[in-house]
């Protein structure tokens, strides 16, 4: 079983690639008290890691250069649910995926309970939070298995209701809310004619540090952009003793929260070398490598205050990275949520919230996989003007151009 330490950021990669006064360091967070793991949970560690690491880097390798922040648990817990109702090609796809290649059910279901048991006990001065839902429409028939493995293993609140009705995304948005405190305060803004089921996981994760940093020490700072110029910063700084390694190409320490149950590692690239190039070697293989250098030092940290908001559609990255088939309308098999078939998954989107200040961090996540039915007839032709248009006025007969307009923003 590999250390808690590591469990816990795996599943929390975001927060670990986000990233002057004296200490007493007598009050530094003890060694946790071990526990006997179930060679379940630890072939799940073994099995699933690799998902959020190859996530992340599919994220950054096919994106632009901007901030990201992604919860490869949440997506990994969302997935999970909607595994339970994958067959055939689609199962084998969607557990390759997610790491699992060969299990049985039932041990990937108890593996997913085991971990979030684990989590949500972790830390008692941390705030950890995890919800699940799944919403279906109120004329679906959903196979009982499904729901009461969903239910039993992921603790998930199952609700019918009239996806036409238009306060239908409401409710769905203030559950989302609701669990994330308001940071994520919507996951989705319409429910297509089509859409069946949403599978939703919310994750709140707030942690202190624990050793704070010291407002005094705030400064004004400037951050340098990857191709050159700079903008304003607030940038923290303590001196303490932190589990700290570095390489040729980089250095990474690890600020603890509360009890040191949860941590936060920080990885910098030294001048000279790439932040892409860095995330490309995010691999399970180099962590437990790296991992094993980091050693107890003194230093002094600066670190930026900052804040990200971020969403995602992860349609195209899980396609990727081996689960196409349950995107293909005519391909998908999901007859284990109903016999009838006709399902497929039509969107996985994310959003995540974190903030890093002085006393330690906040951070939300909440993933939502959507399942569409297709009949094989003709999708509903449909034009949505919801972005920048062009448009004029004529008189038909004559073909006299009167006005014509672009558009670029609507008042109400």
Sequence with gaps: MKNRAFQVQACLLGLALLASCSRDFSTAPADQQAREFTPLEKSLIESGNPFGFELFREIVRTGEDVNVFISPFSASMALGMTLNGAAGTTETGMQQTLGFTGWEQEDINASYQSIMEWLLSADPATVMEIANSIWYRDDFSVLAEFISANQEYFDAEIRSMDFDSPDAPDIVNVWVSDKTHGRIPDIIDRINPTTVMMLINALYFK?????????????????????????ACKMMQQKATLSYMETDAFQAVELPYGNGSFAMTIFLPKPGHSHLDLAASFTVGNWQSWKTQFSKQELTLQLPKFKVEYEIKLNDVLSALGMAVAFDPSGADFTNINPEGGLYISLVKQKTFVEVDEKGTEAAAVTVVVVDRFSGDPPELMMRVDRPFLFMIREVTSDAMLFMGKIVSVAG
């Design 207 to 231: 942690g202190t540090w624990h050793y704070e940093f010291n407002t005094a020490n705030t400064r004004d700072d400037f951050f340098t952009f990857p191709g050159g110029g700079s903008a």
